[in-house]
């Protein structure tokens, strides 16, 4: 794969597509293709190493047999069209809608019910375990529904309080 | 139609293909189109919550990415679709429909209608199935089971099913629950009795004081006759020193109720725990069936003899006093019932904050005792890693939020409970004043009754707090003992038959045949294995992990039951064998090898605990573990610890295999005996094993090929079929996977060496 892909600390090193030579686009098919130092792939699975911390760094784009074509150290170092393509692309394989504010939060027999309002529409969800309601880092609340949903809150202080007073129990 | 779509639509629950469509949608179609498959999701193309529909029609495909009337936004004749998939990605599900030049997003959903999308995915491919053979309709009906998995929702009122049961906690009848927790008072309806008497009689005596106000404030006056003191005090005395006879007493007594309730309830929860077959284990976590044990049933005896008790003392304290109340003086009766309300509202909201506030304090004590059952085991990797000072800092974090959450609560009872005092006040104020005007008035209102009357109110107030909270309580109690009732209703799976005969001392000749096996709700592990064993014959296992290796042992032990196929023993088939008969004659060494916490002897003997010292000092020396043991100075009553862990993993390993050679038994199960070991001890536990599978048919799961090169036959096997089966040397000439194992084993231990 030549120059495009600079190596890193030998054979188990990450192999980063350099963002001058890489092209990431929507082909007419409806699949995602990357062109990288004049080879063409088609990309089957976009894969964020840290999809909760950093979901904007470390993307792994794979092949139909799920070889690493290569990795994208950082989406917004890409040239735009390919960052838009490399977007719509992470929408879909990462459903984390963002909830800007906790309408209602209460227990049910041991099930936790959430009403919220998020950057994807108003949503109602269940949560089975306090467990599922995981501080990823100081401030970063990361929720997972009784079918598996994820729901993000990046920064707690940022919501309001009653949203905050709701959530205070549970972490 | 906005609810439906963040909530959840009820054809989700009944699993039907065909939904009802939107008008908006059903005139664009045309009314003439027959639908065959209607499903909906609840993303948009946009990736909005929205509901987006999926229609299929006798000749075309629709997707539509919303309700609105924008049209479809793709449209592909049935006779163009090669293949349909279902994409999983995190969050959201997408079905894809493949054309000979493209594949096209037909509808995407979140992980909530997962099972949904692999129903959409049969019904369509049958579709086109039905299409290529025929060209005729098939029906698509809710033919295609949920993927296995439990109940997630209630389907009788929508909600969630927390996990740690499978009965609906919404609509199980507290009734019927509450008289099932009664039963277990029946065999003390004695002392329960005894019990509610005592507590009657105790509220009816304490009474009388506050009744005795009346003429000892009304003639104890300057120059009024001592006769009445006479009389009173030594009354007073009396009652005060009953009321601490019955006190005790009735302590007593409940006390000794709740503690036989509790006893009888646990003992007939763990009887039935060890009864419940090997797939109860699988589900439930140990945490959770401890809780069971432990603190569920705490809840019931607390319960069932204080709650109860006190709520029966509580509504008569409250109806006599209140009765009395009105019968002197109704006028104050009714001044004293206006605080009440005020009364049971803030309780009722007090407690529900307060409740808020401990379950802070109880998620981060968790959290503090998380930190701490990670970082004190883990002490060794916190110094070599030098991190001692990140562990104090994470420590000390969570010892402050603890320290915080705890002083929020001590502000906030700080404050309500002088408050509530204050609220009473008022209530006995009301009466000083209106009903001091009357006793002034000088109507038949003496000063007397006026006291009795504020010291009643008093005695009034105290059981509103108490019943504000009895809902809670009562909700809490029937949650604890339906959790505990579900583990007690539970069968075991894997049942004796009525007729099941007790298995005869076998020689030991074993078959497989035609055996597959799943667990329950998944996918099949063990797929047509037979085999046949002679007696004395050893077999060997082989495979890469989750080949169902340790599936297939399990079934000779009959933790499950094969789900298709039998398996016989002597000629036995081991259903209709009694389970203990077949487990005395099956004798194991585990992977793990798990120790109870006892001395060594008492490991050995496990399996037979009345051997005597002699076969279990024999059964070490097989097990070359005797040895070791004369170097304790405790010897055979040297205490292993929980689970072993005073000892190593090759001490425990050789105390599991004595206590094998202790059994005696006729089948052997070896699973990897020899892992993880250092060499000496390796051929320490490999010598005790050729002892102990001499003249035993034995099976072994080996990693290790060497273990199994002197079996009589070796199966390979991997995702749950056999691929080879053989001797050493036969497998190594057909150089299949067993040859391939080989010899990566054998480089393996060219680099060792």
């Not at chain 2, 009766?333 to 309780?347: C, I, Q």
């Not at chain 2, 000083?432 to 006291?451: E, H, I, K, N, Y």
């Not at chain 2, 539970?490 to 076998?506: F, N, Q, S, W, Y």
């Not at chain 2, 047509?528 to 000779?556: C, H, N, R, W, Y």
């Given at each position: 794969?030549?120059?495009?892909?600079?190596?890193?600390?030998?054979?188990?090193?990450?192999?980063?597509?350099?963002?001058?030579?890489?092209?990431?686009?929507?082909?007419?098919?409806?699949?995602?293709?990357?062109?990288?130092?004049?080879?063409?792939?088609?990309?089957?699975?976009?894969?964020?190493?840290?999809?909760?911390t950093?979901?904007?760094?470390?993307?792994?784009?794979?092949?139909?047999?799920?070889?690493?074509?290569?990795?994208?150290?950082?989406?917004?170092?890409?040239?735009?069209?390919?960052?838009?393509?490399?977007?719509?692309?992470?929408?879909?394989?990462?459903?984390?809608?963002?909830?800007?504010?906790?309408?209602?939060?209460?227990?049910?027999?041991?099930?936790?019910?959430?009403?919220?309002?998020?950057?994807?529409?108003?949503?109602?969800?269940?949560?089975?375990s306090r467990h599922h309601v995981r501080e990823v880092q100081p401030g970063h609340v990361v929720?997972?529904?009784?079918?598996?949903?994820?729901?993000?809150i990046?920064?707690i202080t940022?919501?309001?309080?009653?949203?905050r007073?709701?959530l205070d129990p549970l972490i | 139609?906005?609810?439906?779509?963040?909530?959840?639509?009820?054809?989700?629950?009944?699993?039907?293909?065909?939904?009802?469509?939107?008008?908006?949608?059903?005139?664009?179609?045309?009314?003439?189109?027959?639908?065959?498959?209607?499903?909906?999701?609840?993303?948009?193309?946009?990736?909005?919550?929205?509901?987006?529909?999926?229609?299929?029609?006798?000749?075309?495909?629709?997707?539509?990415?919303?309700?609105?009337?924008?049209?479809?936004?793709?449209?592909?004749?049935?006779?163009?679709?090669?293949?349909?998939?279902?994409?999983?990605?995190?969050?959201?599900?997408?079905?894809?429909?493949?054309?000979?030049?493209?594949?096209?997003?037909?509808?995407?959903?979140?992980?909530?209608?997962?099972?949904?999308?692999?129903?959409?995915?049969?019904?369509?491919?049958?579709?086109?199935?039905?299409?290529?053979?025929?060209?005729?309709?098939?029906?698509?009906?809710?033919?295609?089971?949920?993927?296995?998995?439990?109940?997630?929702?209630?389907?009788?009122?929508?909600?969630?099913?927390?996990?740690?049961?499978?009965?609906?906690?919404?609509?199980?009848?507290?009734?019927?629950?509450?008289?099932?927790?009664?039963?277990?008072?029946?065999?003390?309806?004695?002392?329960?009795?005894?019990?509610?008497?005592?507590?009657?009689?105790?509220?009816?005596?304490?009474?009388?004081?506050?009744?005795?106000?009346?003429?000892?404030?009304?003639?104890?006056?300057?120059?009024?006759?001592?006769?009445?003191?006479?009389?009173?005090?030594?009354?007073?005395?009396?009652?005060?020193?009953?009321?601490?006879?019955?006190?005790?007493?009735?302590?007593?007594?409940?006390?000794?109720?709740?503690?036989?309730?509790?006893?009888?309830?646990?003992?007939?929860?763990?009887?039935?725990?060890?009864?419940?077959?090997?797939?109860?284990?699988?589900?439930?976590?140990?945490g959770?069936?401890?809780?069971?044990?432990?603190?569920?049933?705490?809840?019931?005896?607390?319960?069932?003899?204080?709650?109860?008790?006190?709520?029966?003392?509580?509504?008569?304290?409250?109806?006599?006093?209140?009765?009395?109340?009105?019968?002197?003086?109704?006028?104050?009766?009714?001044?004293?019932?206006?605080?009440?309300?005020?009364?049971?509202?803030?309780?009722?909201?007090?407690?529900?904050?307060?409740?808020r506030l401990y379950r802070k304090a109880w998620t981060r004590w968790s959290n503090l005792s998380a930190t701490l059952a990670d970082a004190i085991p883990g002490v060794?990797v916190v110094k070599?890693f030098?991190q001692e000072g990140r562990e104090i800092d994470r420590f000390n974090g969570k010892a402050g939020d603890i320290y915080e959450t705890h002083l929020h609560i001590a502000?906030?009872?700080?404050?309500?409970?002088?408050?509530?005092?204050?609220?009473?006040?008022?209530?006995?104020?009301?009466?000083?004043?209106?009903?001091?005007?009357?006793?002034?008035?000088?109507?038949?209102?003496?000063?007397?009754?006026?006291?009795?009357?504020?010291?009643?109110?008093?005695?009034?107030?105290?059981?509103?707090?108490?019943?504000?909270?009895?809902?809670?309580?009562?909700?809490?109690?029937?949650?604890?003992?339906?959790?505990?009732?579900?583990?007690?209703?539970?069968?075991?799976?894997?049942?004796?038959?009525?007729?099941?005969?007790?298995?005869?001392?076998?020689?030991?000749?074993?078959?497989?045949?035609?055996?597959?096996?799943?667990?329950?709700?998944?996918?099949?592990?063990?797929?047509?294995?037979?085999?046949?064993?002679?007696?004395?014959?050893?077999?060997?296992?082989?495979?890469?992990?989750?080949?169902?290796?340790?599936?297939?042992?399990?079934?000779?032990?009959?933790?499950?039951?094969?789900?298709?196929?039998?398996?016989?023993?002597?000629?036995?088939?081991?259903?209709?064998?009694?389970?203990?008969?077949?487990?005395?004659?099956?004798?194991?060494?585990?992977?793990?090898?798990?120790?109870?916490?006892?001395?060594?002897?008492?490991?050995?003997?496990?399996?037979?605990?009345?051997?005597?010292?002699?076969?279990?000092?024999?059964?070490?020396?097989?097990?070359?573990?005797?040895?070791?043991?004369?170097?304790?100075?405790?010897?055979?009553?040297?205490?292993?610890?929980?689970?072993?862990?005073?000892?190593?993993?090759?001490?425990?390993?050789?105390?599991?295999?004595?206590?094998?050679?202790?059994?005696?038994?006729?089948?052997?199960?070896?699973?990897?005996?020899?892992?993880?070991?250092?060499?000496?001890?390796?051929?320490?536990?490999?010598?005790?094993?050729?002892?102990?599978?001499?003249?035993?048919?034995?099976?072994?799961?080996?990693?290790?090929?060497?273990?199994?090169?002197?079996?009589?036959?070796?199966?390979?096997?991997?995702?749950?079929?056999?691929?080879?089966?053989?001797?050493?040397?036969?497998?190594?000439?057909?150089?299949?996977?067993?040859?391939?194992?080989?010899?990566?084993?054998?480089?393996?231990?060219?680099?060792?060496?």
């Amino acid at each position: 794969m030549g120059r495009a892909l600079r190596r890193r600390a030998g054979g188990t090193g990450l192999r980063f597509l350099n963002p001058a030579e890489t092209r990431i686009y929507w082909g007419g098919d409806g699949s995602l293709r990357v062109e990288v130092g004049g080879l063409n792939h088609t990309v089957s699975r976009v894969a964020r190493a840290f999809p909760l911390t950093a979901p904007g760094k470390y993307i792994a784009l794979l092949d139909e047999e799920e070889r690493e074509i290569g990795w994208v150290e950082e989406v917004d170092r890409l040239d735009r069209a390919s960052a838009e393509a490399l977007r719509r692309a992470l929408e879909r394989a990462y459903f984390i809608p963002v909830i800007t504010r906790i309408l209602d939060l209460r227990e049910e027999y041991g099930v936790y019910v959430w009403e919220t309002e998020t950057d994807r529409g108003p949503r109602t969800f269940e949560v089975t375990s306090r467990h599922h309601v995981r501080e990823v880092q100081p401030g970063h609340v990361v929720v997972k529904d009784a079918y598996g949903n994820l729901y993000d809150i990046p920064d707690i202080t940022s919501l309001d309080d009653q949203s905050r007073t709701l959530l205070d129990p549970l972490i | 139609m906005g609810s439906e779509a963040e909530g959840f639509p009820s054809t989700f629950l009944d699993g039907d293909l065909v939904e009802q469509v939107p008008d908006s949608i059903r005139l664009e179609l045309g009314a003439e189109e027959k639908v065959l498959v209607a499903v909906s999701g609840d993303l948009t193309p946009q990736n909005q919550y929205g509901r987006s529909w999926l229609i299929v029609t006798g000749g075309r495909l629709y997707a539509y990415g919303s309700e609105g009337d924008e049209g479809p936004t793709a449209v592909i004749p049935l006779s163009e679709v090669e293949d349909v998939e279902v994409r999983r990605f995190v969050g959201n599900d997408v079905l894809v429909v493949k054309t000979p030049d493209r594949a096209v997003e037909a509808l995407r959903a979140t992980k909530t209608h997962a099972p949904k999308m692999d129903r959409a995915r049969l019904a369509l491919l049958g579709l086109l199935h039905a299409r290529g053979k025929r060209e005729a309709e098939r029906p698509v009906g809710p033919t295609v089971e949920d993927g296995g998995g439990r109940q997630v929702r209630c389907s009788k009122c929508g909600r969630v099913i927390p996990p740690w049961t499978t009965v609906c906690p919404a609509c199980i009848s507290r009734r019927a629950v509450i008289w099932r927790i009664l039963q277990y008072v029946r065999p003390y309806r004695l002392l329960a009795a005894a019990g509610l008497a005592l507590s009657i009689l105790l509220a009816g005596v304490s009474l009388i004081p506050t009744y005795l106000l009346k003429p000892l404030v009304n003639n104890v006056k300057p120059g009024a006759d001592v006769g009445i003191l006479i009389t009173l005090v030594p009354i007073l005395l009396g009652v005060h020193a009953l009321r601490l006879l019955l006190s005790a007493a009735r302590q007593y007594s409940l006390s000794k109720l709740g503690e036989r309730i509790i006893l009888d309830l646990r003992t007939r929860l763990y009887e039935h725990l060890q009864i419940l077959s090997m797939s109860f284990y699988d589900k439930h976590s140990t945490g959770t069936i401890m809780s069971r044990v432990l603190s569920d049933t705490g809840r019931v005896q607390g319960f069932v003899t204080w709650e109860v008790q006190q709520l029966i003392v509580d509504v008569l304290t409250l109806t006599s006093i209140g009765v009395f109340l009105f019968y002197v003086n109704w006028r104050l009766a009714v001044l004293v019932l206006t605080p009440v309300p005020v009364l049971a509202v803030a309780t009722k909201l007090f407690s529900g904050s307060v409740r808020r506030l401990y379950r802070k304090a109880w998620t981060r004590w968790s959290n503090l005792s998380a930190t701490l059952a990670d970082a004190i085991p883990g002490v060794s990797v916190v110094k070599a890693f030098a991190q001692e000072g990140r562990e104090i800092d994470r420590f000390n974090g969570k010892a402050g939020d603890i320290y915080e959450t705890h002083l929020h609560i001590a502000s906030l009872s700080a404050s309500f409970f002088p408050l509530m005092g204050f609220l009473m006040s008022l209530g006995a104020l009301m009466l000083w004043w209106v009903g001091g005007r009357q006793v002034l008035a000088g109507g038949g209102f003496t000063p007397g009754d006026l006291m009795m009357f504020i010291g009643f109110t008093w005695q009034f107030y105290g059981p509103i707090e108490r019943l504000s909270n009895f809902s809670r309580a009562l909700q809490e109690a029937t949650t604890s003992a339906e959790r505990v009732f579900e583990v007690l209703d539970m069968m075991p799976e894997v049942e004796d038959r009525r007729d099941a005969v007790t298995l005869p001392p076998v020689r030991g000749h074993l078959r497989f045949e035609h055996v597959s096996f799943a667990y329950e709700g998944g996918e099949e592990v063990l797929h047509d294995v037979s085999f046949e064993l002679k007696p004395g014959q050893t077999l060997g296992l082989v495979g890469p992990s989750g080949a169902g290796k340790t599936t297939l042992v399990k079934l000779i032990l009959r933790f499950y039951d094969p789900t298709e196929g039998r398996i016989t023993l002597d000629g036995h088939d081991l259903r209709e064998v009694r389970k203990e008969s077949l487990r005395r004659q099956v004798g194991m060494v585990l992977q793990e090898p798990f120790l109870f916490s006892g001395s060594i002897a008492e490991n050995i003997a496990y399996g037979r605990p009345d051997a005597r010292p002699e076969e279990v000092i024999a059964a070490a020396k097989v097990a070359n573990i005797h040895d070791f043991i004369t170097t304790l100075p405790e010897g055979y009553d040297f205490e292993v610890g929980e689970r072993g862990h005073r000892l190593s993993g090759g001490e425990r390993q050789r105390v599991s295999i004595a206590r094998a050679v202790l059994k005696d038994p006729r089948i052997l199960i070896l699973d990897e005996a020899t892992s993880f070991v250092d060499t000496e001890t390796e051929s320490l536990i490999q010598e005790a094993l050729n002892r102990l599978m001499m003249g035993r048919t034995a099976i072994v799961i080996a990693h290790r090929l060497t273990t199994v090169k002197n079996a009589d036959k070796i199966l390979v096997l991997e995702e749950g079929r056999i691929v080879e089966e053989g001797t050493h040397q036969q497998l190594l000439r057909n150089n299949g996977l067993y040859g391939r194992l080989c010899r990566m084993q054998a480089q393996l231990s060219v680099i060792a060496e």
